[in-house]
Nanobody
Framework: QVQLVESGGGLVQPGGSLRLSCTAS????????IGWFRQAPGKEREGVSC????????IYADSVKGRFTISKDNTKRTTYLQMSRLKPEDTAVYYC???????????WGQGTQVTVSS
């Protein structure tokens, strides 16, 4: 059974940092890429760090460039989203997806809540 499990969400003050983790299991072929998306209340889901289906490049949303970084530990089958200098507008449920295309079909995790508030 294909599974993507996110962890690491929580409550953090503005300016703080969090690291989200996404662990993949059950794939016949290990996904080469993982993308991160988020959905705030009343808003559509948006790509935070996702994969361009045309050339495979990683695309960061303008709102997170320079603050968020995606990385991967192949030995642990885990992809991370390091989030720094968090802002209240970063508050959302964060999802990881495989292969993480910005548009198109993805497998999805269940999401983890990130709340940025003082």
């Amino acid at each position: 059974q294909v599974q993507l499990v996110e962890s690491g969400g929580g409550l953090v003050q503005p300016g703080g940092s969090l690291r989200l983790s996404c662990t993949a299991s059950g794939f016949t072929l290990e996904p080469d890429t993982i993308g991160w998306f988020r959905q705030a209340p009343g808003k559509e889901r948006e790509g935070v760090s996702c994969i361009s289906p045309s050339d495979g490049s990683t695309i960061y949303a303008d709102s997170v460039k320079g603050r968020f970084t995606i990385s991967k530990d192949n030995t642990k089958r885990t992809t991370y989203l390091q989030m720094s200098r968090l802002k209240p507008e970063d508050t959302a449920v964060y999802y990881c997806a495989a292969p993480g295309y910005c548009s198109g079909y993805n497998y999805w995790g269940q999401g983890t809540q990130v709340t940025v508030s003082s």
